[in-house]
Antibody
Framework: QVQLQESGPGLVKPSETLSLTCTVSGGSITGYYWGWIRQPAGKGLEWIGRIYSSGTTNYNPSLKSRVTVSLDTSKNQFSLRLTSVTAADTAVYYC????????????????WGQGTLVTVSS | QSALTQPASLSGSPGQSITISCTGTTSDVGDYNYVSWYQQHPGKAPKLMIYDVINRPSGVSNRFSGSKSGNTASLTISGLQAEDEADYYCSSYTSSSTPCVFGTGTKVTVL
C-alpha cells in the first residue's frame, strides 16, 4: 500500500519561503504524477501544482510565480517551495499521487498524505 | 479557472438516497469524462470515491455512484448511512492553464 507523509515547518514568517517535503513509501515514484493541494481552515481544496516522474511540472496560474515543485527520485521524495508567503497561504497542505490514467491526464489523486498545517505568522 | 459549482449542503435520512451536483463548463466537465469525487471527514485527508465519472476504486462501497450529463456531473449516495456524513468535493480535468480544478464542496448531513 502506497503511503505519503508530509514534513516541514509548521510556522513560517510573512515574506519568507514555505518548504515542504513529501516522502513516498510502499511504491515507486516512477510513472506517476505527484501533486500538492492545500485547504485553508473551513474552506475548499485548492490545486497547487504537480510533477511527473520525468520532471515535467504544471502549476496553478494564481500561484505560478511563487511555486516550485521538485523531485528526488533517489529518496522517493518530492517537494514544494512557495515564496513570499502571506497570511493567505495559511492552510493544511496535502501531497498526493495521481495515476496517469486515460490519455495521460492524471486527473485524479488516489493516495493522499495526512496533511500538514502551515501557519504564516510573525 | 473558476471552481466547479456544488451545493453548499445537503441532508438526508438513513436509508435514503441523495445526489450531489457538480456544475462546470465546456472547458472541463462538459468536454471531458475525467470527473472525480472525494469524501473528506473532519480533520482527515480527502478519499477518492469515484474517478473518470463512473469508476469506483477498489474498496469503495457500491452505494456510491457517479454520472454526467452535459456540463454537470453527479454523485449519488444510496442507502445513506451515518458514516457518509462528510464533505464531498468534485474535481475535473480542464483544458485551461490548470489541468485540474476542484468543486466548491458539499457538506452532507445524515439526519
Amino acid at each position: 500500500q502506497v503511503q505519503l507523509q508530509e514534513s516541514g515547518p509548521g510556522l513560517v514568517k510573512p515574506s519568507e519561503t514555505l518548504s515542504l517535503t513529501c516522502t513516498v513509501s510502499g511504491g515507486s515514484i516512477t510513472g506517476y504524477y505527484w501533486g500538492w493541494i492545500r485547504q485553508p481552515a473551513g474552506k475548499g481544496l485548492e490545486w497547487i501544482g504537480r510533477i511527473y516522474s520525468s520532471g515535467t511540472t504544471n502549476y496553478n496560474p494564481s500561484l505560478k510565480s511563487r511555486v516550485t515543485v521538485s523531485l528526488d527520485t533517489s529518496k522517493n521524495q518530492f517537494s514544494l517551495r512557495l515564496t513570499s508567503v502571506t497570511a493567505a497561504d495559511t492552510a493544511v497542505y496535502y501531497c498526493a499521487r495521481a495515476p496517469l490514467g486515460v490519455a495521460g491526464t492524471a486527473s485524479y489523486f488516489d493516495f493522499w498524505g495526512q496533511g500538514t498545517l502551515v501557519t504564516v505568522s510573525s | 479557472q473558476s471552481a466547479l459549482t456544488q451545493p453548499a449542503s445537503l441532508s438526508g435520512s438513513p436509508g435514503q438516497s441523495i445526489t450531489i451536483s457538480c456544475t462546470g463548463t465546456t472547458s472541463d466537465v462538459g468536454d471531458y469524462n475525467y470527473v472525480s469525487w472525494y469524501q473528506q471527514h473532519p480533520g482527515k485527508a480527502p478519499k477518492l470515491m469515484i474517478y473518470d465519472v463512473i469508476n469506483r476504486p477498489s474498496g469503495v462501497s457500491n452505494r456510491f455512484s457517479g454520472s454526467k450529463s452535459g456540463n454537470t456531473a453527479s454523485l449519488t449516495i444510496s442507502g445513506l448511512q451515518a458514516e457518509d456524513e462528510a464533505d464531498y468535493y468534485c474535481s475535473s480535468y480542464t483544458s485551461s492553464s490548470t489541468p485540474c480544478v476542484f468543486g466548491t464542496g458539499t457538506k452532507v448531513t445524515v439526519l
